[in-house]
């Protein structure tokens, strides 16, 4: 049962961070960013391919590394991206922004497969070094704990940013009324531009954090942007509150559908989001 | 043919419409006045069902309407036009107003018949854009339309509801004052005395007292005064609310 | 007068145009052809599409799920009531089934507008996705179903390949009703209806003033593009020979907005054209090159960015500027 | 000529007539150029179709692909077939079965291939096969499983399923049927099973076929649970975790590619092999892809005899000159993906052969067909045979792991490797798999 909890906060911590950036670009930007599963798998290869470089070094360094890498990376073409596409469309109709995000992500996955390859980049160094850690009389992965550690490190540094800082609190006042905002003389454009480095570079940790257990592939970011998506949609549009909760939620929900539910593993988290939809299109914690 | 009795609407905690009782008698042109917030408009929102009431009741023709959604109370004959011109703008002059020919006739539904191909419909159209002296501009988007022509549009389309009580929302507001009583008498020409009535939101006094034969003071949500413009003007409290003065 | 002569150019053009596809296959060579027809059932969808989109001015991400409603529908027939499967019960069911879920969804969905609206669709269709990859033994997983050739009126295309199937017989079938699709959506969006729903997309509060019902007329359009989507889904079933769950991802739905914005969703025409420089346009990126994807991504960035209008928008542009160039002609 | 004639035929159909058959011939013509009874000029065009991307290129698309150039290489150094020259191209097997339905008929109808060699997915198998008699061109699935890929609705089934589709190795049944008898042979008190197959037909069927099995020579065997993952996910945890408490003895697996990688090493992570023991359907690569961390004692399932030690290359000099010349192109042992294509290869070229003496002249496929229907070849894996349901036959090696010196990764313990011969873990044509077990006595 334990177990069951722990692989569901563990899965949860993936949610998390890559439902991050999407939310908080759809709560600032009022995009739903399509291309945003794109930058997990770019923080993926990127983490992969910098650990293979330093395969001969000890694996905690060279995770360390991948990840600071990966965010750089995937924080950079989150301000590419920003910059060259989504400015030029943010006040046109949806279905413009919509594509253009779709477009993106069309775009980067062939990027990724000109720059690394199609095939299949393995870097399991650090998690097969870490060994199992003695939890409460249960074996668990020591990597998998040290995932759940960093993910809430990142969450408590993101609400701080956004809670106690400047820049936060302006984000926060786009979100709620960006004309408004605007006409208070907040610097959208640059702060659009941080959000969006944010967000992605969330995204890139995910990336980076998933690749010592599981290959870098080719499309590997539709997962997880489906996922984000349907933690988004459960736990509200541009809420963090909601991410929280939400990527607990189906966390949770996937673990346990595994185990007792094996034949809808899948099903039921659209289930779950396409009724609190019906309820609640803003979700549990999103405005109206 | 119009009973309002205690009707009671609240935003949050803001009480807009007070306990407002009143009624309206066919051939009866009134005017409702009051400073802005009196919820003059809220009250139009109201009896057309854009908004439903929190106690009270409305009945038209005999029959208690307080909870009948918008598209059965114009059925029944009553229509409004808005304070802030509400358009369709990607439709040409002409479709605006036949839009709404075809929902009074019960039409809206077809899906077969190409509009133009009803020419009953049409030729109905056609003749209230001459009445309100538009049938220059029927091929128009509203957008190429003066802030006039627009506000007399959106009465047009009130009007083609062939409704029996007309709810005018500041018809004349935003208006040149040379245009106002252009718009005006068109309007008092369209209503026909026999069967129709219409409450008019004004602020133009002159307007008040030349074209309504009786005038609601509103204050706060709650009727202040009720009777023939001149009168009721006498009174102090009332020139209090709307003017400031005097009292 | 003149809008009368224009009138007659017009039915003068649609008419060669018609005999122009009807003469098609004795020119182009059959692969070509079966490419065609997977472009004209797209054809179908996108104007079904259209409806929602440029019409009552709703963004559904989701329109997937009814044409793969259609899709499976036959494949479904042809796995479990073999007696059934006939093209006179096929092309109704798949009209019929996916007009039935547009129906179910449509009621929750007509309820929001805007990103609620598309976001709900697409979570909607992805529900259809997983359901179908998941129901193995009932769907055939992620393997999708074969889809045969089914009798027409009782005759039994014995022996026949499908190409040739698809040349010959198939071919006129197909483009019989896509204009069929073509004159109906072209009189509906003329209708009563279709005006009334465009005053819905243009001003909510007005329409409901006016007497409007809105959210029902939200969902009837929502219903006639569903079955659009479906009668699409059905007919494609036969040109590709295969369904499989993909059809219901939000990818495939991404790419009906792309063809719709692609032929440019202003114009009645544009989605009809999108639909079939979109199919050619992919598979020979396909075929071209493994980096299909970046042509498609960078085409579709291009039109966002530089031709709002989509082709057909940019076409009527330049007329116009040749008009402008040579006044007498006009 | 044509084009009067789909007229005319579009006329007749209009006046609901018949088709001719005429028609059905002047197509085959237009379409294929079939030449008759004389060898033409131009080289053969073969489409090679494997994943080249994706979590499956490495351990099988890319062996498999090698294979195929490697082999046309050594072909035209030999002189091609029948004198004419092989023009091998290679083709990506990624983007689902529909983008494979699309490929095979732009090969197929538009360059005109003389054959189709590929397949690694049972679901792409599944969907392109049909594609053969379909459109009237020769194709060949070389390495995917699905046994229901040519058998029958249910036994006996008329056969061959398609005059023009064949499959040139054996179907899955070998790899669970021969795991579930190794079973019987080493832990015969197994009490209690479970699963986790990937969740599309090949996963399906393995597990099916495996189920069948097992509760055939196990009488009241229980089946702890079955997990179905999709295609490429990327966290196992919480199905390890289901697995390690189910308390089975045996947990069955026909994960492959990446997917068998991340699985098992996720489980070692976890320790799912301290409580129980895999049984890996086409565990064969994965020594090899994980080196020194895959587990000992796991039960591994080669998919036929192909393995790069087996047949002995003293008793089998054909396997030590494949698995030498493989070595010596590519630095790394071929894996059972290569043996399959070398199959399909061999198998077209000795069918073309054989076609040609019979009718002189290059063979229509339906000829090509009809003379690889029944064909017995050597492969560097042993015989192989092609059946009259054009399915191959083929006998199946099991073993457990064992770290060896002189190996990096754990080969099979020679001691305890069994090969079951083709008759014992193959239904005979016409039967389905499923009856045919039901049908033994044990």
Not at chain 1, 119 to 129: G, H, L, N, T
Not at chain 3, 24 to 42: H, K, M, N
Not at chain 3, 244 to 249: K, Q, R, S
Not at chain 4, 115 to 142: N, R, T
């Amino acid at each position: 049962m334990v177990l069951y909890i722990l692989n569901g906060l563990y899965f949860g911590a993936f949610l998390f961070l890559t439902s991050l950036g999407l939310t908080i670009i759809l709560g600032v930007m009022g995009i739903l960013n399509l291309a945003h599963g794109s930058l997990f798998a770019l923080g993926a290869f990127m983490a992969a391919w910098t650990i293979g470089l330093l395969a001969t070094g000890p694996p905690s360094t060279a995770l360390i590394l991948a990840i600071i890498c990966s965010m750089a990376l995937t924080a950079a073409v989150g301000f590419l991206l920003e910059r060259s596409l989504i400015k030029p469309i943010i006040r046109r109709p949806l279905e413009y922004q919509l594509l253009i995000t779709f477009g993106a992500l069309l775009l980067m996955e062939d990027v990724i497969k000109l720059v690394w390859g199609g095939e299949a980049r393995y870097a399991s160094a650090p998690f097969d070094s870490m060994g199992r850690a003695n939890l409460l009389g249960l074996e668990y992965p020591w990597y998998f704990v040290f995932v759940m550690a960093l993910t809430a490190l990142a969450g408590a540094a993101v609400w701080v940013v956004m809670a106690r800082t400047r820049a936060g609190i302006m984000l926060r006042a786009i979100a709620m009324d960006r004309d408004m905002a605007e006409a208070m003389g907040i610097p959208i454009k640059r702060l659009s531009s941080l959000a969006f480095m944010l967000g992605a570079s969330m995204a890139g940790l995910a990336g980076a954090l998933m690749v010592p257990t599981s290959p870098a592939l080719l499309g590997i970011g539709m997962e997880p942007l489906i996922m984000a998506f349907i933690v988004v949609v459960i736990g509200g549009m541009g809420s963090l509150k909601g991410a929280v909760v939400g990527s607990l939620l189906v966390g949770q929900a996937r673990s346990f559908g595994v185990g007792f539910l094996p034949e809808l593993e899948m099903p039921i988290l659209f289930l779950i989001a396409v009724l609190i939809l019906i309820g609640r299109p803003q979700g549990m914690f999103g405005k109206g | 043919m119009l009973v309002v009795r205690n009707l009671v609407k609240d935003f949050g905690k803001m009480r807009a419409v007070n306990r407002v009782s009143f009624q309206i008698k066919e051939g009866e042109v009134v005017s409702l006045v009051g400073p802005n917030g009196a919820g003059k408009t809220t009250l139009v929102n109201l009896i057309s069902g854009h908004i439903m009431p929190d106690e009270g009741e409305i009945i038209f023709m005999e029959r208690n309407i307080t909870r009948f959604p918008p598209h059965k109370r114009i059925k029944m004959g009553i229509a409004r036009n808005f304070q802030i011109t509400q358009l369709f703008p990607e439709l040409t002059v002409l479709d605006n107003v036949r839009n709404c020919v075809f929902s009074i006739r019960g039409l809206i539904g077809q899906f077969f018949k190409p509009s133009d191909n009803y020419e009953e419909v049409t030729s109905r159209a056609r003749e209230i854009l001459r009445r309100f002296h538009l049938d220059h501009l029927e091929g128009e988007l509203p957008a190429n339309l003066s802030e006039g022509d627009k506000k007399v549009l959106d009465i047009a389309m009130a009007y083609a509801l062939e409704s029996r009580l007309l709810l005018l929302d500041e018809p004349t507001s935003g208006v040149a004052t040379s245009d106002k009583f252009k718009i005006m008498e068109t309007i008092v020409k369209a209503i026909d005395r026999s069967k129709m009535a219409a409450m008019i939101v004004e602020h133009d006094m002159d307007i008040v007292f030349d074209y309504t034969d009786r005038v609601l003071v509103l204050r706060e949500g709650t009727i202040m005064a009720d009777g023939v413009p001149r009168q009721v003007m006498e009174e102090p409290e009332v020139r209090a609310t709307l003017f400031g003065i005097g009292a | 007068m003149a809008g009368l002569a224009t009138k007659r150019k017009k039915t003068g053009a649609l008419v060669l145009l018609i005999i122009g596809f009807v003469l098609l296959p004795q020119v182009i060579p059959s692969y070509q052809l079966v490419l065609l027809e997977s472009g004209l059932c797209f054809a179908i969808l996108g104007l079904g599409f259209n409806l929602l989109l440029r019409y009552t001015g709703l963004l559904s991400f989701g329109h997937g799920a009814y044409f793969a409603a259609g899709a499976y529908a036959v494949g479904m027939i042809g796995r479990y009531a073999p007696e059934l499967y006939r093209m006179e019960v096929l092309i109704p069911a798949a009209i019929v089934f996916s007009a039935i879920l547009a129906a179910i969804f449509g009621f929750v969905c007509v309820r929001h507008t805007r990103i609620f609206f598309s976001i709900l669709t697409l979570a909607l269709s992805m529900l259809v996705f997983a359901t179908l990859v998941k129901l193995y033994y009932v769907t055939g997983g992620s393997d999708g179903i074969r889809v045969g050739i089914p009798p027409v009126l009782g005759h039994a295309f014995k022996g026949m390949r499908r190409p040739q199937f698809l040349e010959g017989f198939y071919y006129y079938f197909l483009l019989g009703w896509v204009i069929v699709s073509v004159a109906f959506m072209y009189l509906l969006v003329r209708s009563p209806f279709g005006k009334a729903i465009q005053a819905v997309r243009d001003n909510e509060i007005r329409a409901e003033m006016i007497g409007i019902r809105v959210k029902r007329f939200r969902w009837w359009a929502f219903l006639v593009s569903g079955a659009y989507a479906g009668l699409a889904g059905g007919l494609w079933s036969f040109v590709n020979g295969h369904v499989t769950p993909e059809l219901a991802h939000w990818v495939f739905s991404g790419e009906v907005v792309y063809m719709t914005l692609l032929g440019g969703f202003k114009s009645f025409a544009g989605p009809i054209v999108g639909a079939i420089v979109f199919t050619f346009l992919k598979l020979y990126a396909v075929s071209g090159t493994e980096y299909w994807m970046l042509i498609i991504g960078i085409t579709l960035i291009g039109i966002v960015l530089l031709l709002p209008g989509g082709l057909v928008g940019g076409l009527v542009i330049l007329l116009e500027r040749a008009k402008a160039r040579a006044p007498w002609r006009s | 000529m044509a084009g009067r004639l789909r007229r005319r035929e579009f006329v007749k159909w209009t006046g609901a007539g018949a088709l001719g058959v005429a028609t059905g011939a002047t197509f085959s013509s237009r379409a294929y150029g079939a030449t008759k009874k004389e060898v033409p000029k131009g080289p053969i065009k073969i489409a090679a179709v494997s994943f080249l991307t994706g979590a499956a290129a490495a351990p099988f698309g890319i062996p498999g692909d090698n294979t195929f150039k490697m082999m046309a290489d050594i072909y035209n150094q030999q002189g091609g077939i029948l004198g004419r020259k092989i023009e091998l191209k290679s083709y990506d097997e990624a983007g689902g079965a529909d983008a494979q339905v699309k490929l095979a008929r732009k090969l197929i109808m538009e360059d005109k291939v003389d054959v189709i060699l590929g397949y690694i997915s049972s679901g792409d198998c599944k969907a392109v096969l049909p594609l053969s008699d379909e459109l009237g061109a020769l194709i060949v699935a070389y390495d995917c499983g699905s046994h229901e890929l040519l058998e029958g609705e249910k036994s006996p089934f008329k056969y061959p399923k398609y005059t023009l589709g064949f499959r040139s190795k054996a179907h899955l049944g070998i790899d669970n049927i021969g795991l579930a008898l190794m079973i019987k042979k080493y832990l015969p008190n197994v009490k209690k099973i479970a699963g986790i197959n990937p969740d599309y037909a090949w996963g399906r069927e393995s597990w099916r076929v495996f189920e069948v099995a097992m509760k055939k020579l196990f009488p009241g065997i229980e089946v702890a649970v079955t997990l179905w993952p999709a295609l490429g996910a990327t966290d196992y945890t919480a199905h390890i975790t289901t697995l390690m408490n189910s308390g089975a003895d045996i947990v069955h697996s026909s994960l492959w590619g990446g997917d068998a990688v991340t699985f098992t090493k996720q489980a070692i992570g976890m320790g799912l092999f301290q409580k129980t023991r895999m049984a890996y359907s086409r565990g064969e690569p994965y020594p090899q892809e994980l080196g020194a961390d895959f587990p000992e004692d796991q039960l591994i399932c080669c998919a036929g005899t192909h393995y790069f030690l087996y047949p002995p290359h003293d008793k089998w000099p054909l396997n030590k000159w494949f698995v030498e010349e493989y070595h010596k192109r590519y630095n790394k042992y071929p894996t059972y993906p290569c043996y399959h294509a070398y199959q399909a290869f061999a198998v077209y070229k000795a069918a073309v052969e054989k076609a040609a003496s019979l009718v002189g002249g290059w063979p229509t496929p339906e000829e090509i067909a009809a003379a690889m229907k029944g064909l017995a070849i050597e492969t560097p894996s042993g015989y192989l045979h092609i059946d009259q349901d054009h399915n191959g036959r083929e006998d199946v090696l099991v073993g457990f792991t064992k770290k060896v010196e002189g190996y990096p990764f754990p080969i099979l313990d020679p001691k305890r490797m069994e090969v079951f011969p083709a008759h014992m873990v193959n239904a005979p044509a016409g039967v389905r798999t499923e009856d045919w077990i039901q049908s033994w006595k044990v």
